[in-house]
């Protein structure tokens, strides 16, 4: 069956989803009490109006990884060779 463009969004949404499922569920400040909390560094614990819970002090960002880097070495670059006059 070919592919669509309809059908490659719905996996990339589904692979979203799931790559966010699996980082939330292994973070290390999954259902610790306060006390817990306030002692991890890497920790923050979070009090609203409904509800308090202990949560990651730094976000994560979804990255690609691996991709083209070689449009950033220096072989061959204009940023290597001085000023052009």
Same mark, same amino acid.
């Not at 306060?34 to 009090?47: E, I, L």
């Given at each position: 069956m070919v592919q669509t463009r309809s059908m490659s969004k719905t996996l990339k949404r589904r692979s979203a989803r799931n790559s966010y499922a699996r980082r939330v569920r292994k973070s290390a400040c999954r259902g610790i009490t306060?006390?817990? +909390?306030?002692? &991890? &560094? &890497? +920790?923050?614990?979070?009090?609203g109006k409904t509800r308090k819970f202990c949560r990651k002090a730094k976000n994560t960002k979804r990255r690609m990884k691996g991709g083209n880097t070689t449009h950033m070495s220096s072989k061959g670059s204009a940023m290597t060779h001085g000023t052009v006059h």
């Open positions: 306060r006390n817990s +909390c306030y002692r &991890k &560094k &890497k +920790c923050r614990f979070a009090k």
